[in-house]
């Protein structure tokens, strides 16, 4: 399958089409009664009584995380061959986020995290394009602008300015202006939402989007171990796949070596992030699997022994419909 993949056939849009249905099934065999798609929080935070959940059916929420997966695997797609990142055209990067996107069950509904990943796409696209430009004033401002809408859908995502400004620091030269831009992107949504809260007497309410920036960090989580087995095969190609980074990074052309730089930093940042949550939920962890799908996409790109990648392969496979089944 790696090998078909390793190909820019248009077949392989079929293909992973059908394969992003497989690594569901087993939700879809036995689809909950109830899903908590965590809209709510959403619905709250713009000021309208609007529960999601009561009119998306658990069968369309399901249908409707699948397809907005595959759409982003797409795009990522994309955005990796437009680039150059894996130095061959592929569909390796769509095929790696349509795995990492179904590792947990979580993963399989129709989330704010989910939404979230769009601009997480836009805003790779953005700083990958603007990467020779000598002004990015006017793209800090819409990715600031992009990471506040972002905080609106799901307020973790507010850490995410940080990665712009890093951004900044390995993409161009210090400009004063790019940076303050990002913020007032950023404010500029925030004054908007402010004044439509303001609007409706419901400053107070306003405050309160704003209180777990205030909130002390944890530093302890109750983990159950053998939750997270299903991630054994994604780590040793995740490690492999480093390995192999490492030793063809600084071969490769300077927005590649840049571009990975980034996703390290959007890595760190989609972890860190979950501390900003009221409640410890694994649907935000899907905020970092642009990062891991690039790395996994690395390997199986540059992968020689035909064998022993297509069986890692099958076992990640294999693990994931498992652990959904039983």
């Not at 959403?42 to 249908?63: A, E, K, M, Q, W």
């Not at 430009?133 to 799901?154: E, F, K, P, R």
């Not at 095969?233 to 840049?258: E, H, N, Q, T, Y």
């Not at 990975?260 to 649907?283: D, G, H, P, T």
Request: with cysteine; proline share 3%; aromatic share 20%.
């Amino acid at each position: 399958m790696i090998k078909q993949f390793r190909s820019l056939n248009f077949i392989n849009i079929a293909l992973l089409l059908i394969l992003t249905f497989i690594l569901r099934i087993g939700l879809f065999l036995e689809i909950p009664e109830l899903i908590n798609s965590g809209f709510n929080n959403f619905s709250i935070r713009i000021g309208v009584d609007f529960n999601l959940d009561s009119y998306l059916s658990p069968t369309l929420n399901i249908i409707l995380a699948t397809v907005l997966v595959f759409i982003q695997a797409l795009i990522f797609n994309k955005i990796v061959n437009n680039y150059g990142l894996l130095n061959k055209a592929s569909f390796l990067a769509g095929l790696f986020f349509v795995v990492c996107s179904s590792i947990f069950t979580p993963f399989l509904i129709f989330s704010p995290p989910l939404v979230c990943n769009f601009l997480l796409l836009f805003i790779l696209h953005k700083l990958l394009k603007d990467f020779k430009s000598t002004d990015s004033i006017s793209t800090m401002y819409d990715l600031g602008m992009a990471v506040a809408i972002g905080t609106i859908i799901y307020f973790p995502f507010v850490i995410f300015i940080l990665l712009l400004w890093i951004a900044l620091i390995i993409f161009k030269p210090f400009n004063w202006r790019e940076w303050v831009s990002v913020a007032l992107g950023f404010l500029t949504i925030v004054f908007l939402l402010g004044v439509y809260y303001y609007w409706n007497n419901q400053i107070l309410n306003y405050v309160e989007i704003w209180k777990p920036l205030s909130s002390k960090i944890p530093f302890y989580l109750k983990i159950n171990v053998l939750d997270y087995i299903v991630l054994f095969p994604l780590v040793i190609c995740a490690i492999l796949g480093i390995i192999s980074i490492r030793l063809k990074l600084f071969k490769s052309f300077v927005i590649v070596r840049k571009a990975f730089q980034l996703l390290v930093f959007m890595f760190i940042i989609a972890i860190i992030s979950f501390y900003f949550n009221k409640e410890f939920r694994i649907y935000h962890f899907i905020l970092a699997v642009i990062p891991i799908a690039m790395v996994l996409a690395h390997y199986f790109t540059h992968a020689t022994k035909r064998w022993f990648y297509e069986s890692l392969f099958i076992i990640m496979l294999g693990f994931i419909i498992y652990f959904q089944i039983f």
